[in-house]
């Protein structure tokens, strides 16, 4: 028998799905950013990946999702962030990450909602790209690094978070945590990414089983794994414990009503059918 292949973004905030889960007995993993895993599962060379939300809603004939996994976020998530030095009522022109399709449909979403429609342009880069663009659009590890470098320290309650600095030349700075504006406009969670297989290939139980047990592992042992992602970002532990327990992974009623809520935002269908396993 082949190994089964799971594709798995190296982002912190997907760390406690798979922190305990070993490659070897018919599993090994590939990483890559959402817009390779998106690609590599169609094509077929991965066999079970993490897919973005809104690449499974656009392509939902051909995939389907595991029921109860998700990495989504009810209010800010920190690691999907609109670094902006005007307003975003102001905002003209936008680079926007080449990792995701979902944050870039949500920031557009967003803005539409708001009657905004800036110009974007898809720009790999950080906050340097704010010297040619209002606003710059990152995601995952380099979102989360970027904010955490703008910390002068690390607040003691969630509700002392800063969404505003000092940025180059004393400008103003803002970071506008796209999960929150969800949340602010919609009171639902939002869900970035769902374990999907094709819609021929039903996963096989055990590696779900598998699967299962190491989300249980991560979120008991949170610690250790927020431990293990700070010291490979350089960020501060205490930071990145904060980080990863604002994260929903079993894909409950609400997180199922975001993402339909968010399909139809999008102008998109929305299944509803998982696996039974």
Same mark, same amino acid.
């Given at each position: 028998?082949?190994?089964?292949?799971?594709?798995?973004?190296?982002?912190? +905030?997907?760390?406690?799905?798979?922190?305990?889960?070993?490659?070897?007995?018919?599993?090994?993993?590939?990483?890559?950013?959402?817009?390779?895993?998106?690609?590599?599962?169609?094509?077929?060379?991965?066999?079970?990946?993490?897919?973005?939300?809104?690449?499974?809603?656009? +392509?939902?004939?051909?995939?389907?999702?595991?029921?109860?996994? &998700?990495?989504?976020?009810?209010?800010?998530?920190?690691?999907?962030?609109?670094?902006?030095?005007?307003?975003?009522?102001?905002?003209?022109?936008?680079?926007?990450?080449?990792? &995701?399709?979902?944050?870039?449909?949500?920031?557009?979403?967003?803005?539409?909602?708001?009657?905004?429609?800036?110009?974007?342009?898809?720009?790999?880069?950080?906050?340097?790209?704010?010297?040619?663009?209002?606003?710059?659009?990152?995601?995952?590890?380099?979102?989360?690094?970027?904010? *955490?470098?703008?910390?002068?320290?690390?607040?003691?309650?969630?509700? $002392?978070?800063?969404? $505003?600095?000092?940025?180059?030349?004393?400008?103003?700075?803002?970071?506008?945590?796209?999960?929150?504006?969800?949340?602010?406009?919609?009171?639902?969670?939002?869900?970035?990414?769902?374990? *999907?297989?094709?819609?021929?290939?039903?996963?096989?139980?055990?590696?779900?089983?598998?699967?299962? *047990?190491?989300?249980?592992?991560?979120?008991?042992?949170?610690?250790?794994?927020?431990?293990?992602?700070?010291?490979?970002?350089?960020?501060?532990?205490?930071?990145?414990?904060?980080?990863?327990?604002?994260?929903?992974?079993?894909?409950?009623?609400?997180?199922?009503?975001?993402?339909?809520?968010? *399909?139809?935002?999008?102008?998109?269908?929305?299944?509803?059918?998982?696996?039974?396993?």
């Amino acid at each position: 028998m082949p190994d089964y292949v799971l594709g798995v973004p190296r982002y912190a +905030n997907s760390a406690p799905l798979y922190h305990f889960l070993e490659e070897g007995n018919g599993i090994v993993f590939r990483y890559g950013v959402p817009t390779e895993l998106n690609r590599w599962l169609l094509e077929g060379s991965v066999d079970l990946s993490l897919v973005s939300s809104y690449f499974y809603l656009a +392509n939902a004939e051909r995939l389907r999702p595991l029921p109860d996994f &998700s990495i989504a976020d009810l209010g800010p998530v920190y690691s999907v962030n609109l670094f902006h030095t005007r307003p975003w009522q102001a905002l003209r022109r936008i680079a926007l990450t080449t990792e &995701s399709a979902t944050s870039v449909r949500l920031l557009q979403y967003l803005l539409e909602s708001d009657s905004l429609s800036p110009e974007y342009t898809r720009e790999q880069g950080g906050l340097e790209l704010l010297e040619r663009y209002d606003g710059v659009l990152l995601i995952g590890d380099r979102a989360i690094t970027t904010y *955490a470098g703008l910390l002068q320290h690390i607040p003691e309650s969630v509700h $002392q978070v800063p969404r $505003q600095f000092t940025g180059p030349q004393g400008s103003p700075l803002w970071v506008s945590d796209l999960s929150m504006r969800w949340y602010e406009r919609t009171r639902l969670p939002f869900v970035f990414a769902v374990w *999907a297989t094709r819609r021929s290939e039903p996963p096989p139980p055990e590696v779900v089983r598998r699967l299962r *047990a190491a989300r249980s592992l991560g979120l008991g042992n949170l610690a250790a794994v927020a431990g293990t992602e700070a010291q490979r970002l350089g960020v501060p532990e205490r930071l990145m414990q904060h980080y990863l327990w604002n994260f929903r992974y079993h894909l409950e009623a609400p997180d199922r009503l975001g993402l339909e809520t968010f *399909a139809r935002a999008v102008g998109l269908a929305y299944p509803g059918d998982y696996w039974d396993v």
